[in-house]
């Protein structure tokens, strides 16, 4: 009976820490959605249709999707990957996603593990089918500013050639998403440092 009991308490204190991948996937979407439809809300008249263009595209994708679950959409897939293996990550850490463009398109997620901000570890991460690990990274000097700030900078005066989202993640929520369209990201930001680590075209000359 007391084995019984402790397999039971066991059980009850996994199905309370194990976190709602449905839920957090629609809550990344939202709050990314949002972010763009604010910024489409500001941007000059002649991007308008650009940054609807691209809100439509992620959404035939589900990468948007706010009111439905689309378990074969990157960000699903993406959420469930990293549960399984990653469980204590989602007390505080960042995820940026970037396609990059070219003959053949590549798809890169990087996850931040800032519980410390002055020395997070990168996860890097390549859609090839499945989620493909490309490398971790270790004791790296990288400040990391976690509120999001800093890393926008005005059209066209920015280092990136895609487009660009930035999402922080803290105990099992979406805290904040930011959508960087193309030549929008500051250069000298921990995003740019992350993307030139993984990517050849993003690596400062």
Not at 156 to 172: H, L, Y
Request: net charge neutral.
């Amino acid at each position: 009976m007391k084995i019984l009991s402790i397999c039971l308490s066991i059980i009850m204190l996994l199905q309370e820490t194990q976190l709602d991948v449905d839920a957090l996937y629609l809550s990344w979407n939202r709050a990314t959605l949002a972010d763009m439809k604010h910024q489409l809300q500001s941007v000059p008249a002649e991007q308008k249709e650009w940054y609807q263009n691209n809100i439509d595209a992620l959404h035939s994708t589900g990468n948007l999707n706010t009111d439905s679950i689309d378990k074969e959409s990157l960000r699903h897939t993406f959420l469930s990957h990293l549960t399984s293996r990653f469980p204590k990550l989602f007390d505080n850490f960042l995820v940026i996603e970037i396609t990059t463009s070219g003959e053949i398109q590549k798809i890169f997620k990087f996850v931040l593990d800032i519980s410390d901000c002055a020395h997070p570890v990168i996860y890097g991460y390549q859609y090839k089918g499945e989620w493909e690990s490309i490398g971790i990274i270790k004791d790296t000097k990288l400040t990391v500013n976690k509120h999001l700030e800093q890393i926008q900078t005005a059209p066209q005066k920015g280092f990136n050639f895609e487009d660009v989202i930035v999402t922080r993640f803290m105990k099992g929520k979406v805290e904040s998403s930011k959508y960087l369209a193309h030549f929008t990201l500051a250069e000298k930001s921990f995003v740019t440092d992350v993307l030139s680590r993984y990517i050849s075209s993003y690596i400062k000359k």
